[in-house]
T-cell receptor, first 116, second 112 residues
Framework: AQKITQTQPGMFVQEKEAVTLDCTYD???????LFWYKQPSSGEMIFLIY??????QNATEGRYSLNFQKARKSANLVISASQLGDSAMYFC?????????????FGTGTRLKVLA | GAVVSQHPSRVICKSGTSVKIECRSL??????MFWYRQFPKKSLMLMAT?????????EQGVEKDKFLINHASLTLSTLTVTSAHPEDSSFYIC????????FGPGTRLLVL
């Protein structure tokens, strides 16, 4: 079973509009972390935002916010006021502990294209 | 965010040769580093978890004799692709983890 699911292989958004990228996860570990990364065409993975499983409030970082719905096991990324430079691949990831060590599991990614 | 460097960024080698990729955590000590492989238009596939001072933990299906990992210090981990073959051509990316995982810029390996 997929532990991290990103159901949108590709998304389009108009410049200056907001867009939501979906991510659902599956874990039985009570302590886990959720991350979003951006990967432009250059290949580097850029950390965007983090949400801990015990965090009461949704994480925000500038134009990025994470809509954390723990009961639904979803951690959607919201990008407000989209810019052309936001066009990239976006990966949702979960950190869970396994035998005392951490492991990060990635979703299949969503390719976002911002239209001028 | 933290800075992780990776060297080389690109490498082309002949089949049968070995290639070493370095991953350095520049501004924090990382007890754990991860090595991933990414095929074109695909997600990251975890190859192994590198722990300072101990043997790496390899994921199922990853040949430990093929992909040698050494975590010599708290700031350096190396991945050596031994006797490289064309099917080893890929994008290899490392990360250093504190509470958050920070990635290096990746290495594009092309084996001819």
């Amino acid at each position: 079973a997929q532990k991290i699911t990103q159901t949108q292989p590709g998304m389009f958004v108009q410049e200056k509009e907001a867009v939501t990228l979906d991510c659902t996860y599956d874990t039985s570990d009570p302590s886990y972390g959720l991350f979003w990364y951006k990967q432009p065409s250059s290949g580097e993975m850029i950390f965007l935002i983090y949400q801990g499983s015990y965090d009461q409030q949704n994480a925000t970082e500038g134009r990025y916010s994470l809509n954390f719905q723990k009961a639904r096991k979803s951690a959607n990324l919201v990008i407000s006021a989209s810019q052309l430079g936001d066009s990239a691949m976006y990966f949702c990831a979960m950190r869970e502990s396994t035998s005392g060590t951490y492991k990060y599991i990635f979703g299949t990614g969503t390719r976002l294209k911002v239209l001028a | 965010g933290a800075v992780v460097s990776q060297h080389p960024s690109r490498v082309i080698c002949k089949s049968g040769t070995s290639v070493k990729i370095e991953c350095r955590s520049l501004d924090f000590q990382a007890t754990t580093m991860f090595w991933y492989r990414q095929f074109p238009k695909k997600s990251l596939m975890l190859m192994a978890t590198s722990n300072e001072g101990s043997k790496a933990t390899y994921e199922q299906g990853v040949e430990k004799d093929k992909f040698l990992i050494n975590h010599a210090s708290l700031t350096l981990s190396t991945l050596t692709v031994t006797s490289a073959h064309p099917e080893d051509s890929s994008f290899y990316i490392c990360s250093a983890a504190r509470e958050t995982q920070y990635f290096g810029p990746g290495t594009r390996l092309l084996v001819l």
